[in-house]
């Protein structure tokens, strides 16, 4: 059904910014929280950013919400994540992600097992 594919990615020194954008196509970001995850071989997935359907509600880790920015905009079908003073940390392959439920209300979920469609992720790599 809903495909999902994200972009900009890439290789930037310490300090440095990307934006990330997440596509949908076969289907719509409508109606549903999306969230932002990051893995690095070897460790669980981590979630580095949700918004909600309704573009009102926003959750990040400790670890990234000073630094990183999620926003969405539903006409383009289009989610992204601004970053920004990257560390070498934050090394890893970034993936959007869409919740399993349509217009989830009252909980924000930050675990992996709430989304159903995953994008094939993207891979951003921060040198020292």
């Known amino acids: 059904q809903v495909q999902l594919r994200e972009s900009g990615g890439g290789l930037v020194q310490a300090g440095g910014s990307l934006r990330l954008s997440c596509a949908a196509s076969?289907?719509?970001?409508?109606?549903?929280?999306m969230a932002w995850f990051r893995q690095v071989p070897g460790k669980e997935r981590e979630c580095v950013g949700v918004i909600n359907w309704s573009s009102d509600r926003t959750w990040q880790p400790v670890s990234t919400k000073d630094r990183f920015t999620i926003s969405r905009d539903d006409a383009e079908n289009t989610v992204a994540l601004q970053m920004s003073s990257l560390k070498p940390d934050d090394t890893a392959v970034y993936y959007c992600?869409?919740?399993?439920?349509?217009?989830?209300?009252?909980?924000?979920?930050?675990?992996?097992?709430?989304?159903?469609?995953w994008g094939q992720g993207t891979q951003v790599t921060v040198s020292s």
């Open positions: 076969g289907g719509s970001f409508s109606g549903y929280n």
């Open positions: 992600a869409r919740d399993r439920i349509l217009r989830r209300v009252g909980v924000i979920i930050s675990n992996p097992l709430g989304y159903d469609y």
